[in-house]
């Protein structure tokens, strides 16, 4: 998985075979070490009962619920990921994006990779 932070979005980008242990497994999650005692986790979970995408940050881990209906929708389509703004506890806006990470396209000049 990889995780990107900008101001006012979270994405989140899922391999072939990522998506396919999520679509089991309703659950995945990445540890990122920083120091001894000190870790930072992000997960994807998917719940049936849930009714739009959400966003909780405890215990230094961040965590992304997903609706099962938007990822049954979008893992057995040809949809490339799942968008959904929603407003922190700050009154905030924010993009989350949940999508499948595709191949970067070749480009015309290799020199600007």
Do not use: C, Y
């Amino acid at each position: 998985m990889k995780l990107r932070l900008e101001k006012g979005s979270i994405k989140v980008r899922l391999s072939t075979e990522e998506i396919s242990r999520l679509s089991t497994d309703k659950f995945l999650e990445e540890r990122l070490n920083i120091s001894e005692g000190n870790a930072f986790g992000f997960s994807v979970q998917i719940l049936s009962d849930q009714k739009s995408i959400a966003v909780r940050f405890q215990n230094n881990n961040l965590e992304i619920i997903v609706p099962e209906a938007s990822a049954q929708k979008w893992m057995n389509s040809k949809q490339i990921g799942i968008k959904e703004t929603f407003h922190t506890n700050l009154g905030e806006s924010m993009d989350l994006v949940v999508e499948e990470d595709l191949p970067p396209r070749k480009t015309k000049n290799p020199g600007l990779n």
